[in-house]
T-cell receptor, first 111, second 117 residues
Framework: DAKTTQPNSMESNEEEPVHLPCNHSTISGTDYIHWYRQLPSQGPEYVIH???SNVNNRMASLAIAEDRKSSTLILHRATLRDAAVYYCILRDFDNNNDMRFGAGTRLTVKP | GAVVSQHPSWVICKSGTSVKIECRSL??????MFWYRQFPKQSLMLMAT?????????EQGVEKDKFLINHASLTLSTLTVTSAHPEDSSFYIC?????????????FGNGTRLTVT
């Protein structure tokens, strides 16, 4: 299985942008890059996903490197409600379609 | 948006009893559902893939006779923890993907906290 590497933790100030990096150097051509986040005692929540091009939605932006070996989740203005564990996951569209979680990045937002 | 409902949200049971957890996709159909387990301060661990109308696929190290999975319809999968023991106490989470949308993300339930006394 292709794996991802993320920093264990990051801190941000409220209302400032946050860039959460993810390395996936063994990504294959059919792997989609998915981001989820999890608040304490809740199931993960979908944030964004992409294949090759950068993506934007109401929650965040996803910047994907040209070689696809890394990506960055961008929260444009962090709020206290964005404090969560963020997971970067590869989904193999052609194979199995299951999603396996790494350790994720615990984001702390300071007021 | 797509919703996955998981029930119960928490349960306490005595050692040796069985507990059933339900996972429903409320506004979409799911050929496949996934069951995860999460221990405190750890990430989610995939336990098994539930396939509608056929047997579940279990991850290595997960006992299929202990964690019974039934996926009887396109909107319901159940996980039964049989003869539960304190070490089975954990946060169990299910997820599903809309079968009509190839590129759909996974939608997660809010989890079931199981405590075995």
């Amino acid at each position: 299985d292709a794996k991802t590497t993320q920093p264990n933790s990051m801190e941000s100030n409220e209302e400032e942008p946050v860039h959460l990096p993810c390395n996936h150097s063994t990504i294959s051509g059919t792997d989609y890059i998915h981001w989820y986040r999890q608040l304490p005692s809740q199931g993960p929540e979908y944030v964004i996903h992409g294949l090759t091009s950068n993506v934007n939605n109401r929650m965040a932006s996803l910047a994907i490197a040209e070689d696809r070996k890394s990506s960055t989740l961008i929260l444009h203005r962090a709020t206290l409600r964005d404090a969560a564990v963020y997971y970067c996951i590869l989904r193999d569209f052609d194979n199995n379609n299951d999603m396996r979680f790494g350790a994720g990045t615990r984001l702390t937002v300071k007021p | 948006g797509a919703v996955v409902s998981q029930h119960p949200s928490w349960v306490i049971c005595k050692s040796g009893t069985s507990v059933k957890i339900e996972c429903r996709s409320l506004d979409f159909q799911a050929t496949t559902m996934f069951w995860y387990r999460q221990f405190p301060k750890q990430s989610l661990m995939l336990m098994a893939t539930s396939n509608e109308g056929s047997k579940a696929t279990y991850e290595q190290g997960v006992e299929k006779d202990k964690f019974l999975i039934n996926h009887a319809s396109l909107t319901l999968s159940t996980l039964t923890v049989t003869s539960a023991h304190p070490e089975d106490s954990s946060f169990y989470i299910c997820s599903a993907r809309d079968r009509e949308k190839e590129d759909s993300p996974l939608h997660f339930g809010n989890g079931t906290r199981l405590t075995v006394t």
